[in-house]
């Protein structure tokens, strides 16, 4: 089996402090009061007096990790280190479920070296999805490609994706849908109809682009002339205000 340096340096740790906590010896579940010992330990450091302690701690961790990332959002939640241990206090005090399920959740968390183990679990899990979209974005961008040059035959592209706040030109490039908006409209157009800013982009992208045809990547499949986006959201955009 092999062991990464960081689980050495956390087994080198805990072995530390099972011999400070008790006395210059391992720790015995054996021996009466060792368990109790461990479980109420105040400086954090000695082991819950589970055999099986390293699995479950890196069940916690994953659970957390995956559960914590996926409410990640860079433009809301700042920086990953900020972002995780807010999470984690907010999991130590009201988790939700499934959290809620891990009998051992609140003793990991409260003890500062299983907290930091599952602190890096999260900002791993944060990296991985990272990575993921960007990846998601590149593989939807090539899709696009292909079927646009599948419709349309040899020559340029002329349709461009929304995706949430952005707009994907024919070209890859991404620009931000408020910054095509405002190249036909002042802001007060719009407000914070997001449906207009759609339909102030897609104008933009007509009459400034050259963009013919227009999809949106949560509705796969789907597809629409300039005009007829324009006119779609125009729509939308009254029946809301």
């Known amino acids: 089996m092999k062991i990464t340096k960081r689980q050495l340096r956390r087994i080198i740790r805990?072995?530390?402090?099972?011999?400070?906590?008790?006395?210059?010896?391992?720790?015995?579940?054996?021996?009466?009061?060792d368990f109790e010992r461990a479980r109420n330990n105040p400086t954090g450091d000695a082991p819950p007096g589970n055999p099986d302690w390293d699995e479950m701690l890196d069940e916690i961790a994953d659970e957390v990790g995956d559960r914590a990332a996926g409410g990640y959002e860079p433009s809301i939640d700042g920086s990953p280190e900020a972002y995780a241990d807010m999470i984690l206090d907010w999991y130590a005090k009201d988790p939700p479920p499934p959290l809620d399920q891990l009998e051992a959740l609140g003793f990991a968390l409260s003890k500062p070296m299983y907290r930091n183990y599952i602190k890096e679990k999260v900002l791993e899990y944060i990296g991985m999805m990272t990575e993921g979209r960007?990846?998601?974005?590149?593989?939807?961008?090539?899709?696009?490609?292909?079927?646009?040059?599948?419709?349309?035959?040899?020559?340029?592209?002329?349709?461009?994706?929304?995706?949430n706040e952005y707009v994907t030109f024919p070209d890859g490039r991404n620009m931000e849908q408020e910054a095509l908006a405002v190249e036909v409209a002042p802001r007060a157009e719009w407000d914070d109809n997001f449906d207009k800013i759609k339909m102030y982009a897609a104008i933009a992208l007509k009459q400034n682009h050259g963009v013919t045809?227009?999809?949106?990547?949560?509705?796969?499949?789907?597809?629409?002339?300039?005009?007829?986006f324009i006119a779609l959201m125009e729509e939308i955009s009254s029946e809301e205000w």
Do not use: N
């Not at 805990?14 to 009061?33: M, N």
């Not at 960007?134 to 340029?156: C, F, H, N, S, Y």
């Not at 999809?215 to 629409?224: K, R, V």
């Open 14 to 33: 805990e072995e530390k402090a099972t011999l400070k906590e008790y006395g210059g010896r391992p720790y015995d579940p054996t021996i009466p009061g």
């Open 134 to 163: 960007k990846m998601r974005a590149t593989k939807r961008q090539l899709r696009r490609i292909i079927r646009e040059q599948l419709d349309q035959g040899p020559g340029v592209s002329s349709t461009a994706e929304f995706d």
């Open 213 to 228: 045809t227009v999809t949106d990547y949560e509705l796969p499949g789907e597809s629409w002339s300039v005009d007829e």
